[in-house]
Structure formats: C-alpha cells, structure tokens
C-alpha cells in the first residue's frame, strides 16, 4: 500500500513539471519532456500550473570555455594578489610615516644620526684601507722573496709560500670588507636622504639645510 502511494506521488509531481529550454536554431520550447541531449544544452523547470521557475540547469561547459574560465579565474587571482600588495605596501608606509614622526623631532636629528653613522663608517674605511695598504706591501716583500730565490735556481722554501697565500687570502678578505663598507655608506645616505623629504613632506617642511 505505501509503495503504491509513494509511486503515485511521484507520478503526481512528474506531471507538475515542465521543461523549458531553447534547441539548436535557437527556438524556445516548453515540453513535458526533455529531448535526448538537451540536458547538456541547459533548460529550466518550471511548476506546470504557474510556470514559475523552479529550478535552472546551466548549459555544460565546452573544453574552449572551461579554459577560458580557468583563465579568468588565474587572472582574478592575480588582481586580488596585486590588491592585497598594494594594501600591505600602503600599510608599511604608513607605519613607516609614524614611525618616522615618532623617531625624529627635527630635520636636525636626522641629519646628526646619519652624519654619526656615516663618521663611524668611514672610521672602519680608513682602518680597513691602512690594512689593505700594509697586505699589499707585505704580499710585495714575499713575492720579492720568492723571486730572489727563484733567480738564485732555488726552490722558494714552504713556509714562504704558505706565508703568500695566506697574506693573499688576507687581503682578498678585507678587499670584500671594504666594498661590503663602501655599498653600506652609499645605502645609509640614500635611505637617509629619503627619510629627510618624507620627513620635509609630512611636516610641511620644505626650507633647506646647509647640509648636504
């Protein structure tokens, strides 16, 4: 008895339907049924009393269209990307801004700290050059050694080879510690230099100084 009842429903809201959908040509149709292959094209539901829409069945996507919405949404990705960066960047700066008022009182401040880091820099320059001089001389002294002994038909002994390579290796090192020294200097005085005109800019400030 249920099973009957159960059919008869279903019977009941079969028949309550209809299809609408449009076929190759492009002619809309509202059927009962639904043609072999339609369900690919996409169609609608609608109650066969009010022909309110009850349900839509979007057309499958062909192989072209697919790829294009894969395209779509990697393009989607990459301005949202390129949103959330602009974002952070605009967050950093301002943070940097307050920073920026919060450190410094005056241009003058900023001019004394980067004067005293670019003093202090420039003190490890100098050191560093007088040991490069003093390597220098001292890899001379040895490859005149080696040359003496060399003209004299000898072998030069080990320990003055190793003496060579070791001051040649010195002086590699503190050739790189001096170029490390030169790239820092020139990187504190264009972030300082920047410093200065956003500090001159969120301030209203725009007279000069006499330093450089």
């Keep these: 008895m249920t099973l009957v009842v159960l059919c008869a429903s279903a019977q009941a809201a079969d028949a309550g339907r209809l299809f609408r959908y449009r076929d ?5 149709h509202i059927s009962s049924n639904l043609p072999p292959g339609q369900a690919q094209a996409g169609y609608e539901v609608l109650d066969s009393r009010t022909l309110k829409q009850l349900e839509k069945v979007e057309p499958r996507l062909t192989p072209q269209q697919l ?9 989607a990705a990459v ?5 959330a960066r602009a974002r952070r960047a605009d967050l950093a700066k301002q943070n940097r801004d307050r920073m920026l008022l919060q ?3 005056s241009e003058q401040e900023i001019l004394r ?13 100098r050191g560093i050059e007088n040991t490069i001089r003093h390597l220098r001389q001292n890899l001379a ?3 005149a050694t080696i040359a003496a002994y060399r003209d004299d038909g000898r072998a030069p002994p080990a320990v ?4 060579r390579a070791s001051t040649e290796n010195d002086l590699s090192e ?3 510690f001096a170029a490390r020294i030169r790239a820092e200097h020139a990187e504190i005085v264009e972030r300082f230099a920047a410093d200065l005109n956003r500090y001159r800019l969120l301030t209203g400030s725009l007279r000069t100084t006499a330093h450089p």
């Design 79 to 83: 301005e949202a990307e390129e949103a």
């Design 103 to 105: 450190a410094y009182s």
């Design 24 to 28: 190759a040509q492009g002619v809309m």
């Design 141 to 143: 002294d040895v490859d």
């Design 160 to 163: 003055v080879l190793e003496r």
């Design 174 to 176: 503190q050739l790189e």
């Design 113 to 125: 700290l980067r004067d005293r880091k670019l003093g202090d820099l420039e003190r490890i320059g």
């Design 67 to 75: 790829a294009e919405r894969a395209r779509q949404r990697q393009r």
